[in-house]
C-alpha cells in the first residue's frame, strides 16, 4: 500500500505541475478545482478498494487519481496485457470531428481544403465521404473527367474572331469587323457593343476595371466596358498584335513592327517605354510574377522571358520547330527531373511520341500523385482516389515547387517549361494541326487548334482525357474558368461548354 501511496504521490506532483489544462470532453465532469490536489490530504484519503469496487471508485475518483491508479496498472502489466491494452485503446483514440462539431464548422473546415486534399478526405469514412461530396468542387471535378456538359452557342453575328477573354460572368469578343462584344456568360445574352476602331481587333484583355483592345488601326483604346464608353485611345503606330494587362498596373503590347512595350496605367497612357526590340514578330505576351516579368511567344521558335524592371532578357527557350503562337504562365507545379537526356513513353495507348527524336532534352514525366476517378454511369456517386504511378529508377522527385511556362506552336504540339531549369519538362500531341490557344489550371489543360477540335489534357500527367467537337472552322482561341470553356472559331462560332452540371449528361464527347 505505501509502495501505492508513494508512486501515487511522485506521479501526481509531477502531473500537477505540466497537466495544467482542461480535460477531455468524456470527463469534463471529474474535474475538480482545475487538477489542484492536496499531496497530504489526497494521501492519507486514499484508501485502496475491495475487488468488487474497483470500477466504483474508479469511476467517482478525481481525474488526477485515475492517472496515477492507471500508471500503478501499467506498472506491473505484463507484456501480452500492453500489447492487448494498445490494440484497445487505440481505436479509442481516434474520435471523429466531423460527428462532435457543428456542420457550419466541418464545412468551412472542408472548403479550405483543395482538390486534392478533399479527395483523399473522401476516403476516410462514409461520413467524410458525404461531407466531401457535399463540396462542389468534386461534382465539377467528376463532370470535367467523364465529361458531363451543357453546350450553347452566344448568338455571334459571324466573321473571323481573332481575340476572346472571360470570367465567372462576362465573355469578350473583337472580331474582324472591329467591334468588341460583351457577353452574358451565364444567361448567353449580349450586353452591349464597343464601336470606335476602324479595322479587325486583333487582342483585348479585361479586368474589373478595364477593357483594353488592339486592333490593326494601330491605336490601343481602354473602355470602362460597363459603361460602354471609350476612355482613353493611343496610337501605336504599327498593328497591334497582342496584349496584357496586369493588376491594372501593366500593360503590354506587341506589334508588327516587333516591339514590345509598357505602359503604367496609373500614369497617362501615353507614357511607355520599350522592352524590346526584335529581329523576329511577336505573337504573344503575358505579364507575371506580380508585374516584374514577361513571357512572349515568338516567330522565331522561342519562347523569350523579360524582367521588366531591368529590362532585360533573361532566359529564351528552345524546343518548337514552328512558331510559338501562344506562351503563357502556368501554375506552379511539383516537377519531376530526370537523370537521363531523354525519356520514352512506355504506353503504346499514350498520345505522344518518342522524345528522343526531338533535338532539344526533355524530360517526359507526370507528377507524383495522379488523380483519377471511378464513374458508375447508373449511379452519379462519385469516388476519387490519389495513386502514385510506377517510376523507372532514373527518375527522381525535385522536390521544390517551381513555375511553369507553357507554349504551343504550330508545330502541332504543347510545351511545358520548368522556368528554374530552362527544360522542356511535358511534351503533349495529339493535335494534328497548329494549335492556336491554350489555358490551364491546375488540374486541366484546354487547347484550341485549327483541326477544328478542343483538347482537355491531365495538366498532371500530360494524357489527353478526351477531345471537344463540333466546330465548323478553326479554333483560333479557348478560354477557362472553374465551370466552363468558351471557344471561338474563325467562321465566328462561339461555343460554351458548361461542366456545372450535377445531375445527368446533357451532351457526351466521343
Known sequence: MNSFQDTLYSFTLCQLTSLNQQPCYKHQSDTINNHVLYPKQTRDRLKFPEQSDIISYFHSAQANIRLAILEEILSICCTSEIVFLHHTIQPLLRFDFIAILPSEITNAIFSLLDLKSLSRASQVSHRWRHQALFDRRLWLERNWRHPHYDLYSLNH????????????????????????????????????????????????????????????????????????????????????????????????????????????????????????????????????????????????????????????????????????????????????????????????????????????????????????????????????????????????????????????????????????????????????????SICMDEFHLVSGSDDETIKVWDAQTGQCMYSLEGHNGRVRMVASSQTKIVSATDTGEVFVWDFAKDNKMLYCCT
Request: glycine residues 6%.
Open 157 to 436: 453575328p459571324g466573321g473571323v474572331i481573332w481575340c476572346l477573354q472571360m470570367n465567372d460572368s462576362f465573355v469578350m469578343t473583337g472580331s474582324n469587323d472591329a467591334l468588341v462584344r460583351v457577353w452574358d456568360i451565364n444567361t448567353g445574352s449580349l450586353l452591349r457593343t464597343l464601336a470606335g476602331h476602324t479595322a479587325p481587333i486583333t487582342s483585348l484583355q479585361f479586368d474589373s476595371i478595364y477593357l483594353i483592345t488592339g486592333s490593326r488601326d494601330k491605336t490601343v483604346k481602354v473602355w470602362d466596358y460597363h459603361s460602354g464608353q471609350c476612355q482613353r485611345t493611343v496610337w501605336y503606330g504599327a498593328s497591334i498584335t497582342a496584349l496584357d494587362l496586369n493588376t491594372s498596373i501593366m500593360a503590354a503590347s506587341s506589334a508588327e513592327d516587333r516591339t514590345i512595350r509598357v505602359w503604367n496605367l496609373q500614369e497617362r497612357l501615353g507614357r511607355s517605354f520599350i522592352l524590346a526590340e526584335l529581329e523576329g514578330c511577336v505573337n504573344s505576351v503575358r505579364i507575371f510574377d506580380k508585374g516584374t516579368k514577361l513571357v512572349a511567344g515568338m516567330s522565331d521558335a522561342t519562347v523569350r522571358v523579360w524582367d521588366i524592371k531591368t529590362r532585360t532578357c533573361q532566359k529564351i527557350f528552345r524546343g518548337h520547330m514552328g512558331e510559338v503562337m501562344l506562351a503563357i504562365p502556368g501554375p506552379l507545379n511539383d516537377c519531376l527531373q530526370s537523370t537521363n537526356q531523354y525519356n520514352k513513353r512506355k504506353d503504346p495507348d499514350d498520345e505522344g511520341i518518342d522524345l528522343s527524336s526531338y533535338s532539344s532534352s526533355v524530360s517526359s514525366h507526370s507528377s507524383l500523385l495522379t488523380m483519377n476517378s471511378f464513374f458508375d454511369d447508373d449511379d452519379d456517386t462519385t469516388f476519387y482516389f490519389l495513386e502514385e504511378p510506377k517510376y523507372d529508377s532514373s527518375i527522381m522527385l525535385n522536390k521544390k515547387t517551381t513555375p511553369m511556362i507553357v507554349s504551343c506552336s504550330d508545330d502541332n504540339t504543347i510545351r511545358l517549361w520548368d522556368y528554374t531549369t530552362w527544360e522542356c519538362v511535358k511534351l503533349l500531341v495529339g493535335h494534328t494541326k497548329d494549335v492556336r
